[in-house]
């Protein structure tokens, strides 16, 4: 398993309490998964693939099941509203 830095922005940050993270998963939908197991618990909201911007090593990330390597950075920014 890679271990890989996760940064939260927006919403997610302000929901979860936390900014940034370790975590060890082989594809991004492993680390969504642990993500929210460890952040959200048992808020009835989580953090999907659909909602997020997903950003690893400042590139736009468009597939799930990415696969992750050693030293990757995520970012995971909430998705914008308000008026």
């Keep these: 398993m890679a271990a890989v830095k996760v940064k939260l922005f927006g919403v997610y940050r302000v929901d979860t309490h936390i900014s940034d993270l370790e975590i060890r998963a082989?594809?991004?939908?492993?680390?969504?998964?642990?993500l929210n197991r460890i952040a959200v618990g048992e808020q009835k909201s989580s953090i999907s693939f659909t909602d997020a911007s997903?950003?690893?090593?400042?590139?736009?990330?468009?597939?799930?099941r990415?696969?992750?390597?050693?030293?990757?950075e995520v970012w995971l920014l909430s998705p914008a509203s308000g008026g």
Excluded: A, M, P, R
Excluded at 54 to 64: A, D, S
Excluded at 66 to 72: E, P, V
């Design 54 to 64: 997903v950003f690893i090593n400042g590139t736009h990330c468009t597939k799930k």
């Design 66 to 72: 990415q696969k992750l390597s050693d030293g990757d």
């Design 26 to 34: 082989d594809k991004l939908s492993d680390l969504l998964g642990e």
